[in-house]
């Protein structure tokens, strides 16, 4: 039985999309629900699966190539074994695939784990699967290869040929730039281009976080089930405490229009291998510590293995950025189209302070607003700002919204 392969539907915001990966070659033997595409937009990666056992008979459109929505790509042979020859399979790819250790195909295996053991060479009928119902995941391949890296090395794929090589040790190489990386470059450029943006600084004493946290995180974690108390937590309510005091700033422009919003959808920036994504916290004034910080790492995790849905990228009306975690000591964000506002955190750094007539050593951290100067004055933007560091040097005052 045949079937079509399609696109998956894009949101209105996402127009088309590009073929990125194909995991499967025509002819190759598929399980149901595994991966067998990769699909780019300039939001997200989207992943299409098997509808059912057999195989890919004809790959539509390759990759590099653009798709719409629920365009057919490939057609797809439900039964159809590896080794057996479908239409518009060449015969070498047919004889390569009956090559394949019969072995590695009855086993439970991940596609993720698959695809590391395919790039190693390794025969994943010889790895033992820690996965529900003995299925075989990333991390037992990983282990494998740990375990017997003399046996794995020799069977590595030859190392790729660079790009362009010129003259002695000066070698360049030309990749083409991804959907997700021109499309943040774009928006970069657009909100430096049509916005008035300005950047306010200033500073906050951590130690009152700091001493809350390591009182109450041992305790924390153990109530709320393994959940960390960390930093983020504490700048998102007190991000979201001062967005109601000062609702220019979770405002933004809508032509000549200003729009201000009742909520306080809180984005936050994760860096992935791919680029920087901003996965909103929807109602963060609602939202316990707890909540705050399982929902901020569940995005994390996801983020890292490009599971993320576009609903969970779109909107906000604010937006934090953490440079401090890769040591940035002082920066200036760039807005969020079509937000008002960005905060920086960045690294603690212990430095000399004058408290009280007395020099004392604090845990320092620079704080960065950018804003656009069209909606927000410099009165609003340094108040808001000022709030935010005193609600973090009196974390009490977050609790009773003072």
Do not use: C
Not at 69 to 87: C, L
Not at 266 to 292: F, H, Y
């Amino acid at each position: 039985m045949s079937i079509e392969i399609k696109a998956p539907t894009f949101p209105e915001s996402v127009a088309d999309g590009t073929v990125a990966t194909w995991h499967k070659k025509p002819g190759e033997a598929v399980k149901r629900d595994e991966l067998i595409v990769d699909i780019e937009t300039d939001k997200v990666v989207l992943e299409v699966v098997a509808p059912a056992d057999g195989s890919i008979a004809e790959i539509i459109k390759g990759e590099g190539e653009t798709v719409l929505s629920n365009e057919v790509i490939a057609r797809f042979v439900e039964g159809a074994a590896a080794g057996v020859p479908v239409a518009g399979t060449p015969a070498a790819q047919v004889s390569a695939t009956a090559a394949a250790p019969a072995a590695s195909a009855d086993k439970l295996v991940n596609p993720a784990a698959r695809k590391m053991a395919e790039e190693n060479n390794v025969n994943t009928a010889s790895v033992s699967g820690s996965g529900k119902d003995g299925r075989v995941t990333k991390e037992d391949v990983a282990n494998h290869l740990k375990s017997a890296p003399a046996a794995s090395a020799p069977a590595a794929a030859p190392a790729p040929v660079a790009a362009i090589e010129a003259v002695g040790d000066r070698v360049e190489k030309r990749v083409p730039m991804t959907r997700l990386r021109k499309r943040i470059a774009e928006r970069l450029l657009e909100a430096s281009n049509t916005t008035a943006m300005l950047t306010t600084f200033n500073e906050v004493n951590m130690g009152p976080v700091m001493a809350l946290r390591a009182k109450y995180k041992d305790q924390f974690e153990k109530t709320h089930n393994g959940s960390r108390l960390g930093f983020m937590s504490f700048f998102v309510k007190a991000a979201a405490e001062a967005l109601r005091r000062f609702p220019s700033v979770n405002a933004s422009i809508d032509n000549n229009d200003v729009v201000y919003h009742g909520y306080q959808d809180i984005g936050v920036a994760v860096s992935t291998d791919k680029g920087l994504v901003v996965p909103v916290l929807r109602n963060a004034e609602n939202m316990s510590l707890a909540t705050i910080e399982n929902t901020i790492r569940d995005f994390g995790l996801r983020a890292r293995d490009g599971k993320l849905g576009i609903e969970e990228m779109s909107g906000g009306t604010f937006t934090i950025t953490n440079g401090g975690v890769f040591g940035s000591l002082l920066s200036t964000p760039i807005l969020n189209l079509p937000q008002s506002a960005i905060l920086g955190m960045h690294k603690i750094q212990e430095r000399p302070m004058a408290v009280n007539g007395k020099v004392e050593i604090l845990p320092m951290m620079y704080l960065a607003l950018s804003y656009d100067h069209r909606l927000l004055d410099g009165k609003e933007a340094v108040q808001f700002l000022v709030t935010i560091k005193d609600l973090l040097e009196d974390p009490a005052r977050i609790l009773l919204e003072i």
